[in-house]
């Protein structure tokens, strides 16, 4: 029974690719670059941290070396390309998508597929594992509580032998969220360094100068605010877009799958109004990851490329899984209306 919830947590990981996000602080006015102004309420809860003060951990965090080296990487493609910053942003945020995040994503369903096939073997050794544990228990004079703590702990190391033969603990498959999720939070933190000149690079002012004026459409200024809105219900509504993907190839969810479910659809919401206080160019590089996300996770449904990718087959799998993410799609939002 562990196993089995253990498994179906597990199978929820696709869907938390984009994690939870702390927003890095929107900027503020130097160099003489005029800047849109935060609300009220940004401004309060950023004195009440101390974020921007020397020696906070917000400081620490910005001044780190894994921060300083996404500003290198950032300074490198740009500097390679000679794009302008919208469109350094994006190719970045494609390249490292596709490069670290990908495989990473091609790993977890592998490890994932297998774990979903173990599930008959187990419920095999779990209903044996029963019947030997009651004819124990009566002959024993076992109490029912001896005879469940027996069980449980036998049923533990015989599925944990199971993952051990065949190479495939869950936990492998939460090394998605260790990379994705640190590698977000310091290219934020080194856009939001840019766009506000704090970078301790000696390109940072000239890079906020350029970012003022490389932007694209209606966001020409990557170091202001999105006044239209239009960037951050984007991330919102491409994040939304990830968790019915998820949800709607999802029968019979237990009610601990439909909680998490909720939780982030609600994160997917709240993140449109923390990404309408950041910088333009921070919420454009999430638009890009989500963007990304979006993509694997459809790129991942594919047969021919979890073949490619040599993911095991499950019982679960579909041979047109596009054509019934639409017929769910269909079915759940447009044949009520």
């Known amino acids: 029974m562990l196993c089995r919830l253990g498994g179906r947590w597990l199978r929820l990981l696709p869907a938390l690719q984009l994690g939870v996000r702390v927003p890095p602080l929107a900027p503020t006015s130097t160099g003489g670059i005029k800047h849109s102004a935060l609300p009220a309420w940004a401004v309060a809860s950023v004195s009440a941290v101390g974020s921007g003060g020397p020696g906070s951990w917000y400081e620490a965090l910005a001044t780190s070396a894994p921060v300083q080296g996404a500003e290198e990487v950032l300074l490198g493609v740009?500097?390679?390309?000679?794009?302008?910053?919208?469109?350094?942003?994006?190719?970045?945020?494609?390249?490292?998508?596709?490069?670290?995040?990908?495989?990473?994503?091609?790993?977890?369903?592998?490890?994932?597929?297998?774990?979903?096939?173990?599930?008959?073997?187990?419920?095999?050794?779990?209903?044996?594992?029963?019947?030997?544990?009651?004819?124990?228990?009566?002959?024993?004079?076992?109490?029912?509580?001896?005879?469940?703590?027996?069980?449980?702990?036998?049923?533990?190391?015989?599925?944990?032998?199971?993952?051990?033969?065949?190479?495939?603990?869950?936990?492998?498959?939460?090394?998605?969220?260790?990379?994705?999720?640190?590698?977000?939070?310091?290219?934020?933190?080194?856009?939001?360094?840019?766009?506000?000149?704090?970078?301790?690079?000696?390109?940072?002012?000239?890079?906020?100068?350029?970012?003022?004026?490389?932007?694209?459409?209606?966001?020409?200024?990557?170091?202001?605010?999105?006044?239209?809105?239009?960037?951050?219900?984007?991330?919102?509504?491409?994040?939304?877009?990830?968790?019915?993907i998820f949800a709607l190839q999802k029968t019979g969810m237990s009610r601990f799958q439909t909680y998490i479910t909720y939780f982030v659809r609600a994160v997917s919401v709240l993140m449109i109004p923390v990404a309408a206080t950041v910088p333009s160019s921070i919420v454009l590089y999430w638009l890009c990851s989500s963007f990304m996300g979006l993509s694997q996770n459809l790129l991942l449904r594919s047969p021919r490329f979890r073949r490619l990718c040599r993911i095991p087959l499950t019982k679960s799998d579909s041979d047109t899984p596009y054509k019934d993410l639409f017929a769910a799609f269909y079915a759940k939002f447009i044949s009520r209306t």
Not at 120 to 136: D, G, T
Not at 147 to 161: C, D, F, G, H, I
Request: proline content about 4%; hydrophobic content about 50%; glycine content about 4%.
């Open 78 to 244: 740009h500097t390679a390309t000679g794009l302008p910053w919208w469109a350094c942003i994006g190719l970045t945020t494609v390249a490292l998508r596709g490069a670290v995040t990908l495989p990473l994503a091609a790993y977890q369903h592998y490890i994932l597929a297998k774990v979903e096939n173990l599930q008959p073997e187990i419920k095999n050794i779990a209903r044996h594992l029963n019947q030997e544990i009651a004819v124990r228990a009566n002959q024993l004079k076992w109490s029912k509580r001896a005879a469940r703590l027996t069980y449980l702990k036998n049923m533990r190391r015989l599925v944990s032998e199971l993952y051990v033969r065949d190479n495939c603990h869950p936990f492998k498959a939460t090394v998605l969220v260790w990379i994705q999720f640190p590698m977000w939070i310091f290219m934020s933190i080194a856009l939001r360094n840019f766009s506000t000149g704090a970078t301790h690079s000696e390109a940072g002012f000239s890079v906020q100068e350029q970012l003022a004026n490389d932007g694209i459409l209606w966001f020409h200024d990557l170091t202001a605010l999105d006044s239209t809105w239009i960037l951050p219900i984007s991330v919102g509504v491409i994040n939304l877009l990830i968790v019915e």
